[in-house]
């Protein structure tokens, strides 16, 4: 199954800030998925990320908060924007090959 | 859209017993099921997945499941636990006309000496 990179493993952020978490995978897929697991919660679909496409957001979730990058069929991006304290979450990316993998996580913390 | 329930919130077991998850799910064909597993401060590990065929699953980490259509349900078992073993364990469902996965609440698993 595929392998991926993510980082930041995790981060203190400042509020009004922005960060962007970063995925790599080790082979060409074709979408991968962002989760945004809040504390103490199960996991939500932030967005599905095709490359050469825009991002499919769930309903609750917005380009301007939460934009992502495809630029190829390895690597995303989900920046997190002008975050609150409510944003501290973990946020997990995610391929579909024959099962769904995820990443480590990014945990961040917003102050 | 499906969905899933995992009834039980937290389970407590001792180290050598037996342990089982439940899982149900809501979905009107046949469903992709998955558990998987959560360790404190890290991601979502795999344990194993149902796309079609038997029924009974087999997983890593001595994990093993069965889906039992009539029941919509896809419980985890393992025979005998081991500390390590302590973690979140989240079912999830997804389509095979749909990449997105629906997770449950989750299932928090303490082990007792």
């Known amino acids: 199954s595929a392998v991926i990179s993510q980082k930041p493993s995790r981060d203190i952020c400042q509020r009004g800030t922005s960060l962007t978490i970063q995925c790599q995978v080790d082979?060409?897929?074709?979408?991968m998925f962002w989760y945004r697991q809040q504390p103490g919660q199960s996991l939500t679909l932030i967005a599905t990320?095709?490359?050469?496409?825009?991002?499919?957001?769930e309903s609750g979730f917005v380009i301007d908060k939460f934009p992502i990058s495809r630029p190829n069929l390895t690597f995303s991006t989900l920046t997190v924007s002008n975050m609150s304290p409510e944003d501290s979450s973990i946020y997990l990316c995610?391929?579909?090959?024959?099962?769904?993998?995820f990443g480590s996580g990014t945990r961040l913390t917003v102050v | 859209a499906q969905s899933v329930t995992q009834p039980d919130i937290h389970i407590t077991v001792s180290e050598g017993a037996s342990l089982e998850l439940r899982c149900n799910y809501s979905?009107?064909?046949?469903?992709?099921l998955f558990w998987y597993v959560q360790s404190p401060g890290q991601g979502l590990q795999l344990l194993l997945k149902?796309?079609?065929?038997?029924?009974l699953v087999q997983g890593i980490k001595g994990f093993e499941a069965e889906f039992k259509r009539s029941q919509s349900s896809f419980n985890l078992r393992k025979p005998s636990v081991h500390w390590s073993d302590a973690a979140e364990y989240f079912c999830?469902?997804?389509?095979?006309?749909?990449?997105?996965?629906?997770f449950g609440a989750g299932t928090t698993v303490t082990v007792r000496a």
């Open positions: 995610s391929v579909e090959e024959r099962g769904y993998t």
């Open positions: 082979s060409q897929v074709t979408m």
């Open positions: 990320a095709n490359q050469g496409s825009e991002a499919t957001y």
């Open positions: 979905y009107g064909a046949t469903p992709y």
């Open positions: 149902y796309f079609s065929g038997d029924t």
């Open positions: 999830a469902v997804g389509a095979s006309n749909d990449y997105k996965l629906s």
